[in-house]
């Protein structure tokens, strides 16, 4: 069994600064990819950012220049450093793993609130 714990969402205020983080565990054959997708209400999930196990970054557009993706691969953990936090970046956060078969894994998401 594949377990993804995420943590880090809050409720801040616009300008603020978050630390999304996502640890996997289980088991999965070897964790490949990376990322977190967000969907917010009343739109579709979207991705914010894959990174691979050589530091291969993909961004949203909407996000580049704000946040940052990382990983640290002894511990199975990515994370999402938010900066300069807008309103319209409120949404539940998805952790997402895939593994060397190309299996997707997915967290259960954690909220992020941004307020004026």
Known sequence: QVQLV?????????GGSLRL???ASGSMFG?????????APGKQRELVA?????????????IKGRFAISRD?????????????????T???YCLVVDWRLENYWGRGTQVTVFE
């Open 73 to 89: 691969n002894a511990k199975d953990t990515v994370y999402l450093q938010m900066n300069s936090l807008k309103p319209e970046d």
């Open 21 to 23: 983080s996502c640890v």
């Open 50 to 62: 894959t990174i691979t196990r050589s530091n291969n970054i993909n961004y949203a557009d909407s």
């Open 6 to 14: 995420e943590s880090g969402g809050d409720l801040v205020q616009a």
């Open 31 to 39: 964790v490949n990819v990376m990322g977190w997708y967000r969907q």
């Open 91 to 93: 949404a539940v956060y």
